[in-house]
């Protein structure tokens, strides 16, 4: 059982940067970072592959957004530069334990508010 807690959410205007954190209780394969808007469903946002950092990401975001990790932390950061009024969303961290595995593990998910 791998329990994760978000953190940075909050409230800023577009243009404006905000960082992510995703602290977990143990070890983890791959993490991961989705978010749902209002009345949409949840999408992808990108990843990171803990052992070698091989990270992906959506095309909405690449070039803007950010996935990093601490290893020692068991911790992921996602760091959102030129925020969107788009990008406004509950943003969840994901844990996958194996490759053959999905994301089991959730966390309770932030509120990311971009205001124009």
């Known amino acids: 059982q791998v329990q994760l807690v978000e953190s940075g959410g909050g409230l800023v205007q577009a243009g404006d940067s905000l960082r992510l954190s995703c602290a977990a209780s143990?070890?983890?394969?791959?993490m991961g970072w989705f978010r749902q808007a209002p009345g949409k469903e949840r999408e992808f946002v990108a990843s990171?592959?803990?052992?070698?950092?091989?990270?992906n990401y959506s095309d909405s975001v690449k070039g803007r957004f950010t996935i990093s990790g601490e290893n020692a932390k068991n911790t992921v950061y996602l760091q959102m530069n030129s925020l969107k009024p788009e990008d406004t969303a509950v943003y969840y961290c994901?844990?996958?334990?194996?490759?053959?595995?999905?994301?089991?593990?959730w966390g309770q998910g932030t509120q990311v508010t971009v205001s124009s």
């Open positions: 994901a844990a996958q334990i194996l490759s053959s595995r999905p994301y089991d593990y």
């Open positions: 143990g070890r983890t394969y791959r």
């Open positions: 990171i592959r803990v052992s070698d950092d091989v990270t």
